[in-house]
């Protein structure tokens, strides 16, 4: 499966973004698609995941409560819906598909999208 994300960019603190994850090749539904971020310096880390054919979705106690995960099976697309955005918010979004159950391991991910900037800032 090939991904490719999309939608960063620039926004305040507080604001919104939704990032997208186009799949192709092979239905989203087969996989667990999961989002993680890298920040300048930091190691890359996971923060979301969903899983369609368990109904399982996972996020990191960082972001609960302000990033929703959903699926549009009919575009074969993940997205991560972003609001109350905070400056440790700010890093390079990647969305990764596996065939094992939702994880925030990086191994057990075999394909990446190519990451889109997110910058909180004022």
């Known amino acids: 499966v090939q991904l490719q994300a999309s939608g960063g960019g620039l926004v305040q603190p507080g604001g919104s973004l939704m990032l997208s994850c186009v799949a192709s090749g092979e239905d989203l539904d087969l996989y667990s698609i999961a989002w993680f971020r890298q920040a300048p310096g930091e190691e890359r880390e996971g923060i979301s995941c969903?899983?369609?054919?368990?109904?399982?979705?996972r996020l990191v106690d960082s972001v609960k409560g302000r990033f929703t995960l959903s699926t549009d099976n009919a575009k074969n697309t993940v997205y991560l819906q972003m609001s109350d955005l905070k400056p440790e918010d700010t890093a390079v979004y990647y969305c990764?598909?596996?065939?094992?159950?939702?994880?925030?391991?990086?191994?057990?991910?075999?394909?990446w999208g190519q990451g889109t900037l997110v910058t909180v800032s004022s």
């Open positions: 969903i899983r369609e054919r368990d109904h399982s979705t």
């Open positions: 990764a598909a596996g065939i094992y159950p939702c994880t925030f391991s990086k191994g057990a991910y075999d394909s």
